[in-house]
């Protein structure tokens, strides 16, 4: 079964209107989850990790006040895309490690956000 | 910065046909590399990995060897299914997977087998 949950699985919202995403780790705590986008037929890019009580580390090009991480429990990370805009509009995954060094990274089912 | 390139798509193959999905990548050190399938409608699953140069990854009769002097994991498949149609990635990482990276993919490779 999943190990990594990911809700909603797909969003349409207004633009303008802020979207929150949630990421759990089902059966394990992890203290860093990556949040990553999918545009249409590329590849997944990774934003940025999360980090249980600390800031989020942000890759490059990517507006952190934009996307807003909160990291608040060892088993939850949120991913916030506020005011979104049409632009926005694509498949947000996310992942975690599992707490044995060394091993894959498990994956959400993804959030297809949808701008209108 | 690390990158992985892998062939573009769609591959069309007839059900029992062999298939290769090429991938490169460059990175600095010794990155693990992996390949995860996407189902339409679903997130990413783990199908295969390698973590050192000669490894073979396997599972579901999909192979791939960690070519170091080529910097290559090439995916193979000597039969391929109607259900293996899905849209597949190759990824590295430098921390072997694990916590402390996020993953660098491919642009993903869509397979479509006909029946």
């Known amino acids: 079964g999943a190990v990594v949950s990911q809700h909603p699985s797909w969003v349409i919202c207004k633009s303008g209107t802020s979207v929150k995403i949630e990421c759990r780790s089902l059966d394990f705590q992890a203290t860093t989850m990556f949040w990553y986008r999918q545009f249409p037929k590329q590849s997944l890019m990774l934003m940025a990790t999360s980090n249980e009580g600390s800031k989020a580390t942000y890759e490059q090009g990517v507006e952190k006040d934009k996307f807003l991480i909160n990291h608040a429990s060892l088993t939850l990370s949120t991913l916030t895309v506020t005011s979104a805009h049409p632009e926005d509009s694509s498949f947000y995954i996310c992942s975690a490690p599992p707490p044995r060094g060394n091993q894959p990274q498990h994956f959400g089912d993804g959030t297809r956000l949808s701008i209108l | ?115």
Not at chain 2, 10 to 33: H, Q, R, W
Request: with cysteine; hydrophobic share 30%; charged share 20%.
């Open chain 2, 1 to 115: 910065g690390d990158s992985v390139t892998q062939m573009e798509g769609p591959v069309t193959l007839s059900e029992e046909a062999f298939l290769t999905i090429n991938c490169t990548y460059t990175a600095t050190g010794y990155p693990s590399l992996f390949w995860y399938v996407q189902y339409p409608g679903e997130g990413l699953q783990l199908l295969l990995k390698a973590t050192k140069a000669d490894d073979k990854g396997s599972n579901k009769g999909f192979e791939a060897t960690y070519r170091k002097e080529t910097t290559s994991f090439h995916l193979e498949k000597g039969s391929v299914q109607v259900s293996d149609s899905a849209v597949y990635f190759c990824a590295l990482s430098d921390s072997g997977g694990g916590g402390a990276d996020g993953l660098t993919f491919g642009k993903g490779t869509h397979l479509i087998i006909q029946p």
